[in-house]
C-alpha cells in the first residue's frame, strides 16, 4: 500500500524564489498535517486540515507561508518569497481524524529545501 | 521554550548495554506517543501511552507513562545496532494536535 508521497524529495532555490511543496496522504486519510524539522527547533507543526478545511494554522512562521487542500488527495504548501531560514526538511502526515486516543500518524519522508 | 524536554540529546553506548532516555513536561497530555526516525525518512510510531502509570513493552523497548501524564521515558535493553536512530516523544494537546520534543539521538555501536 502507497504511504504518504511527498515531492520533491530534494528542493535547492535562490532567495526569492517561490517554492512549492506536494503531498498526498494515505487514502481514506481526512485529516493531513504539514510539519517543519530543523536541528535548532526540532519537528514542528505548522498547519493542519481536517476534510481539507485548515483547522489550526498557528504554527505557520509567517504570512510568506500558505497551504491549501483542493481535496482529499493533495495538498500544498507554499513559500514566497523564501529565505535561507525557510531551509529544513518539511514533512506531510496523515491520519483518519482522531476517535480514540490511539490514533496515528503517517508520516511522508520529507522534503529537503535548501535556500541559498 | 520547549513544551517537551527530551534527555539526553545524543547518547553513544555499545551493543548488549541498557539505556532510557527521558520526556519531561510541565503540561499534562491526554496522551503521549514515541516515534523512531532514520535517517532521510519521516518519523514511525512506536507505541502511545494513554492511563497515568501505564507501561508498555515493544521486544526489547519499555515504554512508561507518568503517574501524573506529565512525563514518559523508553528503556531499550541490551541495545542493537539496529535501534540506532532518532527518539521522539510527542503529547497530544486537544483532540489532534501533536507536541514533539527535540528527540534523542541514539547510536548503538558493535
Known amino acids: 500500500d502507497a504511504g504518504v508521497i511527498q515531492s520533491p524529495r530534494h528542493e535547492v532555490t535562490e532567495m526569492g524564489q517561490e517554492v512549492t511543496l506536494r503531498c498526498k496522504p494515505i487514502s481514506g486519510h481526512n485529516s493531513l498535517f504539514w510539519y517543519r524539522q530543523t536541528m535548532m527547533r526540532g519537528l514542528e507543526l505548522l498547519i493542519y486540515f481536517n476534510n481539507n478545511v485548515p483547522i489550526d494554522d498557528s504554527g505557520m512562521p509567517e504570512d510568506r507561508f500558505s497551504a491549501k487542500m483542493p481535496n482529499a488527495s493533495f495538498s500544498t504548501l507554499k513559500i514566497q518569497p523564501s529565505e535561507p531560514r525557510d531551509s529544513a526538511v518539511y514533512f506531510c502526515a496523515s491520519s483518519l481524524k482522531a476517535g480514540t486516543a490511539a490514533y496515528e500518524q503517517y508520516f511522508g519522508p520529507g522534503t529537503r529545501l535548501t535556500v541559498t | 521554550t520547549q513544551l517537551l524536554e527530551q534527555s539526553p540529546q545524543f547518547l553513544s553506548i555499545q551493543e548488549g548495554e541498557n539505556l532510557t532516555v527521558y520526556c519531561n513536561s510541565s503540561?499534562?497530555?491526554?496522551?503521549l506517543q514515541w516515534y523512531r526516525q532514520e535517517p532521510g525518512e519521516g518519523p514511525v510510531l512506536l507505541v502511545t501511552?494513554?492511563?497515568?502509570?501505564e507501561v508498555k513493552k515493544l521486544k526489547r523497548l519499555t515504554f512508561q507513562f507518568g503517574d501524573a501524564r506529565k512525563d514518559s521515558s523508553l528503556h531499550i535493553t541490551a541495545a542493537q545496532p539496529g535501534d540506532t536512530g532518532l527518539y521522539l516523544c510527542a503529547g497530544r494537546q486537544g483532540a489532534q494536535k501533536l507536541v514533539f520534543g527535540q528527540g534523542t539521538r541514539l547510536t548503538i555501536n558493535p
Open positions: 501511552v494513554v492511563t497515568g502509570g
Open positions: 503540561s499534562v497530555f491526554s496522551s
